[in-house]
């Protein structure tokens, strides 16, 4: 079984400031986690992924994120926001760490509930 | 490379109808592919998940005959929603795994989204 929790339904900071979008997983196996930013109306962009290599992920657009096993968190991170990125944020695990066991998988994506990021100028 | 479109990006439509949204893999050949709905201000909720030329696995609290899912060649599937009801209005977006490739990384490719409205 696999959830997602992201702290902070809404997050807003000024543009330049750090940016920290939290976000906790469970799963029953090695999890494959990713962020995902969706604009208004649209489908989702893959902003990074983690797949069992590096625990610090740099994606695109500036974003990276650690993946910290003990914690059991993967939070986003940028240094200085931007204006372009107010959008939603959805961080994701997926059962597919589960193949290394044997296990079969489709790999199903479970959401975390989103976060507003709002910029102020 | 690895895009998904869907159509329409958004349909009207009235209670009783049924009304057929496509998603398809542009570049890639997509062995499976996922069907999620969105609510406002919620999060993803999958529905089903459709492997090429074999019948959908639909989550738990899914009507499959309500949310009927075709997935009939490897750049093609089709989420039909029978007998739509207001309820039913929602934002529903598809998504595809490469074959072979990412797919052993999990990365899904999700197209735009379809905006359904029942009246």
């Known amino acids: 079984a696999q959830s997602v929790t992201q702290l902070g339904s809404h997050v807003s900071v000024s543009e330049g400031a750090l940016v920290l979008l939290r976000c906790n997983y469970s799963?029953?196996?090695?999890?494959?986690l990713f962020w995902y930013v969706q604009y208004p109306n649209q489908g989702l962009q893959l902003l990074l992924k983690y797949t069992s290599a590096a625990t610090l992920v740099k994606g695109i657009n500036g974003f990276e994120a650690e993946f910290k096993k003990s914690e059991t968190s993967f939070h986003l991170t940028k240094p200085s926001a931007h204006m372009s990125d107010a959008a939603e944020y959805f961080c994701?695990?997926?059962?597919?760490?589960?193949?290394?066991?044997?296990?079969?998988?489709?790999?199903?994506?479970?959401f975390g509930q989103g976060t507003i990021l709002t910029v102020h100028p | 490379g690895a895009v998904v479109s869907q159509h329409p990006s958004w349909v009207i439509c009235k209670s009783g109808t049924s009304v057929k949204i496509e998603c398809r893999s542009l570049d890639f050949q997509a062995t499976t592919m996922f069907w999620y709905r969105q609510f406002p201000k919620q999060s993803l909720m999958l529905m089903a998940t459709?492997?090429?030329?074999?019948?959908?696995?639909?989550e738990q609290g899914v009507e499959k005959d309500k949310f009927l899912i075709n997935h009939a060649s490897l750049t093609l599937s089709t989420l039909t929603v029978t007998s739509a009801h207001p309820e039913d209005s929602s934002f529903y977006i598809c998504?595809?795994?490469?074959?072979?490739?990412?797919?052993?990384?999990?990365?899904?490719?999700f197209g735009p989204g379809t905006r359904l409205t029942v009246l």
């Open positions: 994701a695990v997926s059962d597919l760490g589960g193949r290394s066991a044997g296990g079969t998988s489709y790999g199903k994506l479970t």
């Open positions: 459709s492997n090429e030329g074999s019948k959908a696995t639909y």
């Open positions: 998504s595809a795994r490469e074959r072979g490739g990412l797919a052993g990384l999990g990365e899904q490719f």
């Open positions: 799963s029953s196996v090695p999890p494959y």
